[in-house]
């Protein structure tokens, strides 16, 4: 098993909208196709999407597949010109996605990939989502505990 990368679709607080799983080797921008193409049926279950964030890795034709398949504008956050490149600073919408991953990290099944299939390890995603979600749901809906006097 040579690895896998994860292409994430996640909204603007880094919850999971959809997820592609690839071999390694394949480039970011042919990746994003793969998401582009498997969105193309999910696409009008998010009929508010209308704005998506991208790093430098997805500039070329992914924008204007984009905006022709699915109505979207792809926006790339790219770092300031004034800025070294071995120098890090945050850059704005970048760090959501990367938060996302690192919440995966935490899931002992998503540390390594154990899977064999594609679909499994994204299966595998969704489930780690899911159970994440879950929990915070749990969380905001549980009585909280006041002092009686």
Known sequence: MNGRKRHLLVDTQGFLLKVVASAADVQDR???RLLTHALRLFGPELPRLTLVWAD?????PLEQELHDQLGWTLEIVARPDDQPKTAFRVQPHRWIVERTFAWFGGCRRLA???EYQLESSEAMIYAAMSHLLLRRLRRLTR???????
């Not at 009585?143 to 006097?149: A, L, M, Q, W, Y």
Request: net charge neutral; proline share 11%; aromatic share 12%.
């Open 56 to 60: 430098a890795a997805y500039r070329g």
């Open 30 to 32: 042919d990746g994003a």
């Open 112 to 114: 390594k990939d154990y």
């Open 143 to 149: 009585p909280s505990s006041s002092p009686s006097g």
